[in-house]
């Protein structure tokens, strides 16, 4: 059985007055602990033994004799041999003892069985603990259901190989890597099957993959990544925030387009494949005659996140874009919460957010603000499940 928001709120009838918030150290680790700090709640992060440096050293929170901080944002790491082991009976209670409400980022639900996530974790996780699911592409629920039913436009599906007319992209996951990517794209079925012989030949893809993998139109045109928050703390009509946009930093696929053209057909077959491997942000504003359509999308996406998983969304969401030749966003992509690229904003705030806020105002920050504000008010139940 899920775990519902009764057993929940039976949970934080044991909990501080001002909880602690936990993450998952990777993804967008940092910028979660920065905003607890910022916000005066302690931040406890959970690594994995050999990934933890960066968390228990370079950012680890060091203080001066009289307690006050000299350094770092990462209060405590609590360490672990495999992620997994955090949604441990023993890890679990540790967690309730701290009093730790946690912080979904994509990391946690790829290293913790989403089962176990839905059913057995029992610690308040920070937003929609019911729709961290509708992020995988093979669940039947997934998230271009819910982007249909909210009228969100996105990239048009392919039905079959046979059916590609013009550029698409052919989603599915790496044969090895399983948490990364074995994309490519392709222009007619002949091209398609050319090239995923050739990378099922590589070991990059398997046609198990293959033959459920997502074909969508290939849009052409810069991706947005648009932050938001949503708030159920106030009125709707305040509800949704936009904190910042950022892009992404996907390995070759920018060390190609970083090539000249000449130098382009100079390359190997296989080094001219596209990885779409993400190794960091960077920062975008959007033209403002477009941000009134973002916002619309964004809406629409908390409204028909509500009525199909009520309570719907809560607190941070990702909604990744593309622009086409128009202007028009079409969402590819959705997170159910916090994005992998909201460390671009860190301590110096999201341009948008911090217009919204008069103070730097990064996606951890306004995290941690919402649960300060939620205890104070005692309506943590309201942004926990
Ligand atoms: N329809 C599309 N048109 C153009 N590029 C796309 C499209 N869908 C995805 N991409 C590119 O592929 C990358 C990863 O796609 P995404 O759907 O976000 O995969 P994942 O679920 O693995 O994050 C995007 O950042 C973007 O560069
Ligand atoms: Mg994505």
Redesign the pocket.
């Known amino acids: 059985m899920a775990i519902g928001a009764a057993e929940i709120a039976r949970i934080l009838e044991a909990y501080p007055a001002v909880p602690a918030v936990g993450a998952l150290g990777s993804h967008s680790a940092i910028d979660i602990a920065d905003g607890a700090v910022t916000e005066g709640l302690a931040s406890v992060v959970l690594t994995q033994t050999g990934r933890d440096a960066t968390y228990a050293r370079y950012f680890r929170t060091l203080r001066d004799a009289s307690g006050a901080r000299r350094r770092g944002c990462v209060d405590e790491v609590w360490d672990y041999p495999k992620f997994a082991e955090l949604a441990s009976p023993e890890s679990q209670e540790r967690l309730r003892q701290r009093g730790v409400v946690f912080v979904p980022n994509?990391a946690f639900s790829s290293y913790v069985p989403l089962d176990t996530i839905e059913r057995e974790f029992r610690v308040p996780v920070v937003g929609a603990r019911a729709m961290l699911r509708i992020?995988e592409?093979s669940e039947r629920e997934n998230y271009y259901r819910l982007l249909e039913a909210a009228g969100i436009p996105?990239?048009r599906a392919i039905a079959s190989p046979d059916a590609i007319d013009r550029l698409?992209?052919v989603?599915l996951?790496h044969a090895r890597r399983r948490l990364?990517?074995g994309?490519f794209t392709a222009a007619s079925p002949a091209e398609f099957r050319t090239k995923s012989e050739r990378l099922i030949a590589r070991g990059t893809i398997t046609a198990d993959d293959l033959a459920t993998a997502r074909i969508?139109?290939?849009?052409?045109?810069p991706?947005f990544?648009f932050n938001f928050f949503f708030s159920p703390l106030v009125p709707r009509a305040e509800g949704l925030e936009l904190l910042g946009v950022d892009e992404?930093r996907?390995s070759n696929?920018d060390g190609l387009v970083r090539l000249p053209a000449a130098q382009q057909l100079e390359l190997t077959e296989s080094e001219r494949i596209p990885d779409?491997l993400?190794v960091g942000h960077g920062t975008l504003t959007l033209r403002e005659s477009i941000l009134e359509d973002v916002f619309r999308i964004g809406e629409k996406f908390v409204d028909a996140a509500r009525a199909r998983y009520p309570p719907g969304i809560l607190g941070a969401f990702c909604l990744?874009t593309?622009l086409d030749r128009d202007g028009r966003p079409?969402v590819?992509?959705v997170?159910a919460r916090i994005g992998?690229g909201t460390n671009v904003h860190l301590a110096l705030g999201h341009p948008y957010g911090n217009a919204l806020y008069r103070e730097p105002m990064s996606t951890g920050r306004r995290i941690a603000l919402e649960i300060r504000r939620a205890a104070t008010d005692g309506r943590l139940g309201e942004i926990l499940t």
């Open positions: 994509r992020e592409r996105s990239p698409a992209i989603k996951p990364e990517r994309f969508e139109e290939y849009v052409l045109g991706v990544n992404r996907e696929l779409y993400v990744q593309c079409s590819f992509d997170a992998g």
